[in-house]
């Protein structure tokens, strides 16, 4: 069996010879669908971490359930799912109070810390198995992941009906964040986005107006000159936060979403304390986010087609992680396909 191994910086292969993974009891064997390249996948082939050299990679991804444990009762050979690849501890007080995503044993997880789905077979915890209706697709199924991201982040900043918002960033987690937010009822959403070719999937997907990153005080002027209640920065540079600092309203929120392994410097933290912003780090989501996102796709209320910019084979990986490696470029979500 071929897989997709994450080697270290700027280091993905495609090897072959791994065998076919035996079940443990209380595992299930995927045989996978689809895989979504995320953008820590990324991140990590950029700067050689977190994720572990010699690893699987691919957390995102669908697929069939071919084979049980022993003591897998609730899951039947042939169901089709998901999966929450987080493997938190249930022990830690994190994970007995719903927050398994901050539990004490950090980044544990499928295509992180343990082999991944970029290969044809996966074994997994049944308890991480979310099974599919059957109307939603293989395509939203190895989406969820990332929709969690986004649903997550929106519910943590305690965002409410009617108040605007601006995304910073149209990138996959961008774009779900806008249909997040439109589906809790924003009144103005705004986008910063440089692409011209996201740009237009932004405004399609429920932007109300979408700028140049440079052009943020736009945004303050089509809000009375006050700002929006909420920013959420889904790129994580010190520009795309200090812009942010600029642009929200006295006493608004700023959500940061996107990581990146540069260096982060800001000049202006001043304005945090004279004009009373909060600031709102989020990372993951639990396993009610997980539902929540299947559903969403269940009731059609989220759009992934214009999402997905190209689909590839196993073979290729390597090759669309130098191009994604180095931006700019029009690439949103990949898919990896297996027959």
Not at 160 to 176: D, K, Q
Not at 226 to 241: N, Q
């Amino acid at each position: 069996m071929k897989a997709a191994v994450f080697k270290g910086k700027e280091i993905i292969t495609i090897e072959d010879g791994f065998e076919k993974p035996k079940v443990e009891s209380d595992e299930v064997l995927i045989k996978v669908k689809k895989v979504g390249i995320c953008g820590s996948d990324v991140g990590s082939y950029e700067s050689g971490g977190p994720y572990f050299p010699g690893k699987i990679i691919g957390h995102e991804f669908s697929g069939d359930i071919v084979e049980v444990g022993n003591n897998v009762k609730k899951i039947k050979v042939g169901t089709r799912v998901t999966v929450n690849p987080l493997i938190p501890c249930h022990e830690c007080y994190y994970c007995l109070h719903n927050l398994e995503n901050m539990c004490k044993i950090k980044n544990n997880g499928y295509g992180i810390t343990e082999h991944g789905a970029m290969r044809e077979y996966i074994n997994v915890k049944a308890e991480r198995v979310h099974i599919l209706p059957d109307n939603v697709s293989y395509d939203e199924g190895a989406s969820v992941e990332p929709l969690s991201v986004a649903i997550y982040a929106v519910e943590r900043s305690g965002f409410r009906l009617g108040e605007n918002a601006v995304v910073i960033g149209a990138g996959p987690i961008g774009l779900y964040v806008i249909q997040v937010l439109k589906v809790a009822g924003a009144n103005k959403i705004y986008v910063l986005e440089p692409v011209e070719s996201k740009q237009k999937i932004a405004s399609s997907l429920g932007a109300d107006k979408v700028f140049l990153p440079k052009q943020w005080n736009k945004v303050v002027r089509q809000l009375d000159k006050l700002g929006p209640d909420h920013v959420y920065d889904c790129v994580g540079l010190s520009e795309t936060f200090i812009t942010a600092l600029n642009m929200v309203k006295n006493g608004g929120l700023i959500t940061l979403i996107g990581m990146h392994a540069s260096k982060f410097e800001i000049d202006n933290i001043l304005m945090m304390t004279t004009n009373n912003i909060s600031v709102r780090g989020v990372y993951g989501y639990n396993q009610d986010i997980f539902k929540k996102a299947i559903n969403l796709f269940a009731q059609k209320k989220i759009k992934i087609d214009p999402i997905l910019t190209k689909r590839i084979k196993l073979e290729q990986v390597p090759e669309i992680f130098k191009k994604l490696g180095n931006p700019p470029h029009d690439e949103l979500k990949i898919l990896i396909e297996f027959d």
